[in-house]
């Protein structure tokens, strides 16, 4: 009887061997087996991650002044500038960091107060047609007045700023040249040192007491602030990374050389990313995203509501004076085609804005609340896809990816590193 047993035992841990051996075997050969040849119409779809075909960059119509080199020097000294804020120290670049591919490496945003969101990148933003996670805002001059008023933010009033702007003797000149003439703000029975319309401000008060007339005078101020702060960022763009390199040995037949740029786990990850993954179907384009909004089920911090996103974004944008349609756009309303056929919806509860993929590693914590940390963390929120707190994960396939195929994903993504293709001054305040 006791042989009997010690038999079976013997057996059983004979055949579990066996089957883990093949089982090892296989892994060993899927993992390492060299990667097929790409066919041809896997090529035309890597080709349009390509950043050679970027379009060219589209010219802002709501903003006369968005292609003005003497707005984008303008716009350069205001985003560093820290006077704009109410404590005299907060810039855009504080949140904004050149270094960390213009975002601050936090989860939520911090300045005079926490941020509701993640900071996100504004590098090539100029292609994007909404700006914010939520895409409450239609352009980046209109997105440039929000922080300067968001008490969490540089809680300033765009009363003291239009007054900064012509009292300071270079941005008055650099202004008028722009711009043209600067309103008279010296009366102060007319112009109170503070005011704005920011509800929960303690200058509300001042400038609903102010005619409409001189409101308007004040509020064209501000906005040109913004334009100027736009067409700097609008130069902010990705220079091509070692990805661009390989497609371009691809598409111009030198295969052989394009072993060298890529290892076989970044090719795979590649062929995952446009194929079984499914990536593409919103990283797409060569910016790798879309631009729109998708519900992709991230989860959010305990005790934080699951953020509404665009259903919310869309009647915000709808509403805010500053947008392509309203009194202080260079656009004829009725040519503001975005906003005029923005998508509305249930569907859109709880989607955010897809972000670019270039550079990631600068850019973590990712998604809109810095929710994750690291990108195989990110792969595995999409391999196991989630249900989403509210409304509908869109990604809800569960991918079932293996371990070694989250690895070549995560390879391929760090094959998207690359500098901004700017020259260094513009990535340092102004002399
Ligand atoms: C307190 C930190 C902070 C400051 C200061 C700040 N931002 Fe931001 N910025 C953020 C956060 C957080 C978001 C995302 C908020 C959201 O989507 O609700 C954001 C979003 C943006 C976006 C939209 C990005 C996208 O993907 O659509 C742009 C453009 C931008 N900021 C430019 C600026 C400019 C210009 C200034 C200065 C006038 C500025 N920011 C000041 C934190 C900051
Ligand atoms: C249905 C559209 C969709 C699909 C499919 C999709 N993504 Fe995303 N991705 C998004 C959206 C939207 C966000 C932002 C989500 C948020 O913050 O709530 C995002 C965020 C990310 C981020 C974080 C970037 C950052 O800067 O915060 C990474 C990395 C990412 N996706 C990679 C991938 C990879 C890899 C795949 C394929 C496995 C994939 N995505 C599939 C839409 C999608």
Redesign the pocket.
């Known amino acids: 009887m006791k042989l009997f047993i010690f038999a079976q035992f013997f057996k059983f841990i004979l055949t579990s061997g066996l089957l883990l051996a093949v089982g090892l075997c296989v892994w060993l050969v899927l993992a390492y087996k060299p990667p097929a040849a790409w066919t041809e119409a896997e090529k035309a779809v890597i080709n349009t991650l390509f950043l050679a075909s970027l379009p060219p960059l589209p010219v802002d119509r709501s903003n006369a002044a968005s292609t003005d080199i003497r707005a984008v020097e303008m716009g350069h000294a205001l985003?560093f500038d820290s006077r704009?804020s109410v404590n005299q120290q907060?810039?855009?670049a504080?949140?904004?960091r050149p270094e960390l591919r213009f975002t601050?490496g936090l989860d939520?945003?911090?300045?005079l107060g926490k941020?509701?969101?993640?900071?996100?990148s504004?590098v090539g933003?100029a292609y994007?047609p909404?700006?914010?996670?939520?895409g409450r805002r239609d352009s980046?001059w209109a997105?440039?007045l929000s922080?300067?008023e968001d008490p969490?933010?540089?809680g300033n009033n765009r009363m003291a700023i239009a007054r900064l702007v012509t009292e300071d003797v270079e941005y008055s000149q650099q202004y008028q040249a722009i711009f043209g003439e600067l309103p008279d703000f010296s009366d102060r029975s007319r112009f109170p040192e503070n005011a704005g319309p920011e509800l929960k401000s303690e200058w509300y008060a001042a400038w609903v007491e102010m005619e409409k007339d001189d409101q308007v005078l004040v509020n064209q101020t501000f906005a040109n602030v913004g334009k100027a702060?736009a067409a700097y960022?609008r130069i902010l763009l990705p220079a091509p990374s070692r990805f661009d390199a390989y497609v371009q040995s691809l598409v111009s037949k030198e295969s052989e050389n394009s072993r060298d740029i890529f290892s076989n786990d970044e090719i795979k990850g590649l062929r995952l990313f446009i194929g079984e993954a499914r990536c593409i179907e919103c990283h797409n384009g060569p910016l790798l995203t879309n631009f729109e909004f998708h519900n992709t089920g991230i989860i959010s911090y305990p005790g934080d509501l699951p953020d509404r996103g665009r259903v919310d974004g869309v009647r915000e944008v709808r509403r805010d004076p500053f947008n392509c349609q309203g009194l202080y756009s260079d656009q004829e309303p009725e040519q503001c085609l975005e906003l005029i056929h923005a998508r509305e919806g249930v569907e859109l509860i709880g989607a955010l804005?897809t972000?670019s993929l270039r550079n990631l590693k600068e850019t973590a914590p990712y998604m809109?609340k810095g929710q994750i940390r690291t990108l195989a963390e990110t792969l595995n929120h999409y391999n196991t896809a989630p249900f989403a707190m509210i409304g509908h994960n869109e990604a809800e396939e569960i991918l079932g990816m293996l371990s070694f195929e989250l690895n070549q994903l995560e390879a391929f993504l760090g094959t998207l590193q690359s500098p901004i293709d700017v020259d260094a001054r513009w990535l340092e305040p102004p002399q």
């Open positions: 985003f704009l907060i810039s855009c504080t949140c904004h601050d939520k945003a911090r300045a941020s509701r969101r993640n900071t996100p504004i933003l994007s909404w700006l914010y996670w939520d980046l997105q440039a922080p300067l969490q933010e540089q702060i960022e804005k972000p809109h």
